[in-house]
């Protein structure tokens, strides 16, 4: 083959260095959440590494032959992709015609029908096949590489035909890398085939599969579908068939790897009429094909399914996709044509989570839309939350508040009681909480000064409203992520927010309004412009926060590594319910570590509190606060026996005391080799900082009591030393798991009760000798020492915030000396001591005897 390649040095591209003026790195990354991309090249690969992921570019064909996320690598040994693939009919015999006899020379589409290649033969039917990565004249040239983004551009020609092929790969920051697809022609050809996207894909890390429905009766409304396993799939079986599939995610808990289309105009495919009889004398229906075994089957062509026009099927050693443009029909391409595909790809993670959102203690005071007088039952005209109520937040250890602002949506640089806001942020941020506004991606009220002029231009064609005051507008309107671009710059600008919350509709992303640029055959699937949104919302936040902001994504079941990415933390819940999810969907979709980011739920009231917490617990999901029931006083604070308070209450005590924000996570999804239960349904998370681990287990549905096993596999991974004896502290139940230490090698095998669907929350650290104190609650830290016999404990809390000592007196009585402490009734192993911390924050405890 004549393959001319496009030689350079070998070179590795230091964006820091070479895109200094960037303005977008912050502490090293790129709006401060991603690592810059970096390339590297030789002449026989592009390489592109983001902090979590890697491409290769094969130079010599011009396709990816790695697509690898964290240890994981999605594209089958020794295959690339998208190596796209066509099917050209045979060209006329010279002289064809019409009349004469038995030896009249014919025309193409003639010789074409007498093409029936068996199924799966990997021949095309009615066509000779042509394969991109077996092309001649291929060129592949790194057009564009910075800390951002990197442009490869591979051209080529199908053999001895006169079309060519170019693929444009565009990788972002976040891996997300759009993929176009373009055939051209020298001379007139009658195409029958065009694949844009032939890959196969490795099946070893691949589990789940998750995808968006497909389109119904108008009004068409897609919406992403539970995860399932595809574990079962028998050989050459289908993992899925569509003819308009915009989005799939394969997976497995850790890792994954989606690929994404938004346009389906233009693509070809249908019914094939009649039977013909060959010159052999064999009738054929040109609507079927046979099999290996002799077997005919209708509406079938060589490589499956007619009108299907993305497939992914099991093969024996790989999953194999198929993407099409035209598919088994008669398609005329002339010189200028040009037949052009885009889509996307991305693997999972983009990024790692901010172990500094470990433990989200969230709530929520809204606004949510425009709050104003005599709208919607309301009598007072809003005011953001008082100093006293701020206060209490923070003496119950709340670190997030969302919410602060009143506008209407789309008019977000106008906010009502500017001053007091500002007020209300300073406050906040005096006690160490953080606070992001509402905002949304689609709603635009009727009264904001740009809807009557621009709405009509930026709408979703689904033509929802919200509660009469809002209309949705469509991601991929251009106008409109200016508008909010804009909106939400002048708000960060005006406003020491420190980020923002930002709600969506995911149901909206189909769209055929034709003002902005979607329609089309089947519409079109917001995926460039909805990618589009969540980056321009990052650069906001990370140019008014210094890379430091703090973004909160509404995604309920979204699936969609395009987004979600650009997010620290999603939301899920409001929507849908993860008692009666399949456990791969909660860990592909609730359990946003695959995605980079952290997860925070709420539910709504039919569903049961304690059973909620207790499920979002043992998955380690932090849950906001429900206003609803959120304490008036520090001491129903203190003393509520509502389950959601009191469960608030004790847990956010322990992730306090352990300091979660911080820790190294690991959990036995994407840890095993760390740490693993020994009966499938358990599930363990484990955090690890300053020599210490925190380890929560719990049974997705349990009931009763189940016998279990800890498997501390890699202690020193947590950072637990070999010669160090270790004592592990049930926490939730006020005492030792057993009256002994354990060693490094002990902590292989640890026997367990988990109760129910009550998480067992369980705190090792090295073993020391008492008095002293061993966990604490109520606190961020708590400084002890010991003079005299007494203990001194200092304790940094907002003064007045109420808290339980948990001592271990070694055998020794002792009386809080501080006013407003005293010992409190609880079983266990540790006296526990109660009270408010005190102005100064030091808690004194005497012996008995003094």
Request: glycine share 8%; net charge neutral.
């Amino acid at each position: 083959m004549n393959r001319v390649l496009f030689i350079v040095f070998a070179a590795t591209f230091s964006v820091s260095a070479l895109y200094s003026q960037k303005t977008n790195l912050y502490d090293g990354k790129v709006f401060g959440i991603f690592e810059p991309l970096n390339v590297t090249e030789n002449s026989r690969t592009i390489t592109i590494t983001g902090g979590t992921f890697r491409y290769v570019i094969d130079r010599s064909i011009g396709q990816l032959v790695s697509a690898r996320a964290l240890n994981d690598e999605f594209v089958a040994s020794g295959t690339s992709f998208p190596n796209p693939y066509i099917g050209v009919m045979p060209e006329d015999d010279p002289g064809a015609r019409r009349e004469g006899g038995i030896d009249r020379p014919r025309f193409g589409y003639e010789k074409s029908v007498e093409m029936r290649p068996r199924l799966w033969s990997g021949e095309l039917t009615d066509a000779f096949r042509f394969d991109a990565a077996k092309g001649t004249d291929i060129r592949t040239e790194l057009v564009r590489a910075d800390a951002e983004l990197v442009e490869v551009r591979a051209t080529g020609s199908y053999g001895s035909t006169p079309l060519s092929w170019q693929i444009d790969y565009l990788f972002d920051v976040d891996g997300f890398t759009k993929v176009t697809v373009s055939l051209t022609a020298s001379r007139p050809v009658q195409l029958r085939w065009n694949c844009f996207n032939h890959a196969f894909l490795a099946k070893a890390p691949i589990q789940y599969l998750t995808k968006v429905s497909d389109p119904k009766s108008p009004p068409i409304d897609v919406r992403p579908e539970p995860t399932i396993s595809i574990a079962a799939t028998g050989r050459d079986q289908p993992v899925f068939e569509s003819h308009w599939n915009a989005f799939f995610h394969l997976a497995n808990r850790v890792t994954g790897i989606e690929f994404s289309k938004q346009d389906f105009a233009g693509r070809w495919s249908g019914y094939r009429d009649s039977s013909v009889i060959l010159e052999s004398g064999k009738q054929v229906d040109t609507g079927a094909v046979e099999t290996v075994d002799g077997r005919e089957l209708r509406g079938w062509d060589s490589r499956g399914r007619v009108n299907v026009f993305t497939q992914l099927y099991m093969r024996a050693d790989a999953l194999e996709l198929e993407e099409f443009d035209i598919r088994n029909a008669t398609y005329p391409l002339n010189p200028g044509d040009v037949r052009k595909r885009v889509f996307w790809v991305q693997t999972t993670p983009a990024k790692r989570p901010r172990n500094g959102l470990n433990s989200i203690r969230a709530v929520w005071p809204g606004p949510h839309q425009i709050v104003m007088a005599r709208w919607r039952g309301t009598r007072k005209p809003w005011q953001p939350p008082a100093d006293e109520q701020v206060k209490l937040w923070a003496r119950m250890g709340v670190n997030l508040i969302i919410g602060g602002a009143n506008y209407w949506s789309g008019d977000y640089a106008r906010p009502l009681e500017a001053e007091k806001i500002r007020h209300f942020l300073r406050t906040a941020h005096e006690f160490g909480i953080k606070v992001i506004p509402y905002v949304t991606f689609t709603d635009f009220n009727f009264a904001a000064p740009a809807y009557q002029r621009h709405a009509a231009d930026w709408m979703a064609s689904a033509g929802i409203e919200y509660a009469n005051e809002t209309t949705l507008m469509c991601y991929n309107a251009e106008g409109w992520r200016n508008h909010l671009e804009k909106q939400w710059d002048q708000l960060l600008a005006d406003f020491d927010f420190d980020g923002l919350y930002i709600d969506h509709w995911i149901n909206i992303r189909f769209c055929n309004n034709t003002r902005h640029g979607c329609g089309g055959y089947l519409g079109s699937f917001a995926t460039e412009g909805y990618h589009d949104f969540a980056k321009r919302a990052r650069r906001v936040v990370a140019r008014h926060t210094a890379g430091k902001g703090v973004m909160l994504l509404n995604a309920n079941m979204l699936l969609f590594s395009g987004i979600v990415p650009w997010f620290d933390i999603r939301l899920n819940g409001e929507n849908d319910d993860p008692i009666k999810m399949r456990e791969e969907t909660i860990v592909t979709t609730w359990n946003g570590w695959g995605q980079g980011v952290q997860s925070l739920a709420m539910w709504r009231p039919n569903q049961d509190t304690r059973t909620m917490i207790n499920l979002l617990t043992t998955f380690m999901i932090p849950f906001r606060l429900n206003r609803a029931i959120a304490p008036k006083t520090v001491e129903e604070w203190r003393v509520s026996r509502e389950p959601e308070v009191a469960l608030a209450r004790e847990l956010w005590g322990y992730w306090r005391f352990f300091g979660l924000n911080g820790a190294e996570k690991y959990s036995s999804f994407g840890a095993a080799d760390v740490l693993a239960m020994s009966q499938p349904g358990s599930i363990v998370n484990g955090f690890a900082r300053d020599g210490r681990a925190l380890i929560v287990m719990g049974v997705l549905g349990g009931s009763g009591k189940r016998g279990e096993t800890l498997r501390i596999r890699a202690p020193e991974k947590l950072g637990l030393e070999r010669g160090v004896r270790y004592r592990i502290i049930d926490l939730r139940h006020n005492r030792y798991l057993s009256d002994r230490a354990y060693t490094t090698p002990e902590l292989a095998r640890i026997p367990v009760t988990l109760d129910g669907d009550d998480p067992l929350i369980l705190f090792i650290e090295p073993e020391r000798k008492g008095p002293r104190l061993v966990y604490f609650s109520g606190a961020d830290g708590v400084e002890p020492s010991q003079s005299g016999g007494r203990l001194m404990l200092k304790v940094s809390a907002v003064p007045g915030s109420p808290v339980e000592l948990h001592i271990d007196a070694a055998g020794r009585e002792f009386r809080a000396a501080t006013p407003g402490f005293e010992r409190a009734p609880v079983p266990g192993d540790f006296a526990v001591f109660t009270g408010s911390v005190p102005p100064g924050g030091i808690v004194t405890l005497l012996p008995s005897i003094q």
